[in-house]
């Protein structure tokens, strides 16, 4: 369970963050959520479909590491092998908060930043430091809140981007069947896909409006994306040794 707290210079000088890629620290799994300001990184080296939240029912774009369950097929020990990876898996441990103030009789509400404490790649021996010997933040940690930071507008951009694919028609259910060197298959359910039909049959107003938000490129990046389901494939008949 996280141990989500508000970050602070006093209570938290002496931990670091070790920055290793590794099954250990929660870098197991095979998708993770992204967004379309993040796309042009993304689809350089992963498929990019849509899931939808089981808690919300609402999509979300997802950056595709494997086939099944707790399968990184990037993930080496110490080491991630794509030239990118995610914002919201490099964020970690860190987290926005929310805070609540007032001023002169006004409630306001400002973006602070937490860390889990539970997290395994939280210590206090080793890794990247938070706050200068003197006082301060590290470099590595104003990193870390430039980082969530974006992921926060890249988040909410998504929600209006995966609104208008909604609106539009344009996400279809899809079914991935993959047959690997040894013969084994692999079948990926409950991911949905841009509906190319549909997005043929709009309307110059609705491409126009796209367009303007940027979300036209969005749409053909998830769509161009998908061929790095061939680098999965290869990565996997890789460990099979075949």
């Known amino acids: 369970m996280a141990n989500n707290v508000l970050l602070n210079s006093i209570d938290h000088q002496d931990l670091k963050v070790l920055t290793e890629r590794s099954k250990a620290y929660g870098d197991n799994v095979w998708y993770t959520q992204t967004f379309p300001q993040e796309f042009r990184s993304v689809q ?20 595709l590491f494997g086939f099944q369950d707790k399968e990184n097929l990037f ?9 990118y990876i995610p914002l919201s898996l490099t964020r970690q441990p860190f987290l926005i908060g929310i805070q609540n103030s007032v001023d002169e009789g006004v409630e306001h509400q400002q973006r602070v930043l937490h860390i889990d404490l539970d ?9 990247e430091s938070l706050f200068l010997e003197h006082g301060g933040n590290s470099p590595y940690l104003d990193r870390a809140a430039e980082m969530l930071e974006a ?4 988040v909410q951009d998504s929600n209006l981007f995966v609104d ?16 690997l ?3 084994s298959k692999n079948q ?3 991911f949905y896909t841009i509906n190319e039909d549909k997005l043929n049959e709009l309307e110059d107003e609705v491409i126009a409006r796209l367009h303007k938000a940027g979300y036209l490129q969005a749409i053909y990046m998830a769509i161009a994306s998908q061929g790095n389901i061939r680098t999965l494939m290869n990565k996997k008949n890789e460990l099979l040794g075949l």
């Open 164 to 179: 208008c694919l909604v609106q539009n028609d344009l996400l279809e259910s899809v079914t991935v069947d993959v047959t």
């Open 188 to 190: 990926m359910v409950g």
């Open 119 to 127: 997290n395994p790649r939280v210590n206090t021996e080793q890794g």
């Open 44 to 63: 350089a080296y992963y498929p990019i479909f849509f899931n939808k939240d089981p808690n919300t029912g609402k999509f979300f774009a997802a950056a």
């Open 151 to 154: 992921l926060h507008h890249g």
């Open 75 to 83: 993930l080496q020990e110490g080491k991630w092998d794509a030239g």
């Open 181 to 183: 060197n040894d013969k």
